[in-house]
């Protein structure tokens, strides 16, 4: 057992080592309904996406760039848990690791990102393992099928530069869009900052965490 004060071991990365619980809570699928000043569709959105689930941590105690998870059978509907890339059950790989954050729109994943999750260390277990526990990291995970919502233009996860929006900021498929809508050339704070090829500069409702408060729009 680890004293307090002291720096436990880093265990041995091998599989099948699923030692520590953890809560993951899925963030993702989301891309930013985050409508003009009048309208606050992105609060309301990210409540709708953000789910608690259980898991096992990354193979070897922690979460790294490359490791795989996905579906846990046994911790169902919201488990989820690691898995080795070439597994059956694996279903999503860690494009990035960043620190846990309280504030989702603090979080901001590469390009590419389909799903971005929330792990945090829990002491218990059973149902305990479901409502609580301390954040450690956030990943950043794609899709191991062809199906990547993600993708810039594909209509889904974080709004990066190259996604289509609406005339309400709410992020659509390149491939449906219309003359009212609009791509995305850039995320800025200031309107100011946009380039030049902007058509519809969206000044979005202040979101705590947000690296960006502008959406610059230009012909879709």
């Not at 911790?75 to 999503?92: I, L, S, V, W």
């Not at 979080?107 to 954040?135: E, H, M, N, Y």
């Not at 609406?166 to 050339?185: M, N, Q, R, W, Y």
Request: net charge negative.
């Amino acid at each position: 057992m680890t004293q307090p004060g002291s720096t436990p071991p880093r265990p041995r990365r091998a599989a099948g080592c699923l030692q520590s619980l953890v809560v993951l809570a899925v963030i993702l699928g989301l891309g930013y309904g985050a409508s003009k000043i009048f309208g606050d569709e992105s609060s309301k959105k990210d409540s709708k996406s953000s789910s608690s689930s259980s898991a096992s941590d990354g193979q070897g105690g922690s979460w790294e760039i490359g490791d795989c998870g996905g579906p846990d059978p046994e911790n169902k509907p919201d488990g989820y848990r690691a898995f080795d890339c070439d597994e059956q059950g694996a279903t999503f790989k860690a494009l990035k690791i960043e620190d846990a954050s309280f504030l989702p729109n603090a979080i901001q994943c590469p390009a590419g990102t389909d799903l971005i999750i929330q792990v945090s260390r829990v002491f218990g277990s059973g149902d305990d393992k479901k409502s609580s526990g301390i954040p450690t990291n956030t990943v950043c995970g794609r899709n191991l099928t062809g199906d990547h919502p993600g993708d810039a233009g594909a209509g889904g996860g974080q709004l990066v530069e190259g996604d289509c929006i609406s005339a309400t900021a709410k992020e659509i498929a390149c491939a449906s869009a219309g003359a009212a809508d609009f791509k995305v050339l850039g995320l800025v704070k200031e309107k100011t900052e946009c380039p030049s090829a902007t058509t519809e500069p969206m000044q979005l409702m202040m979101a705590m965490g947000r690296p960006y408060d502008v959406i610059c729009g230009g012909k879709a």
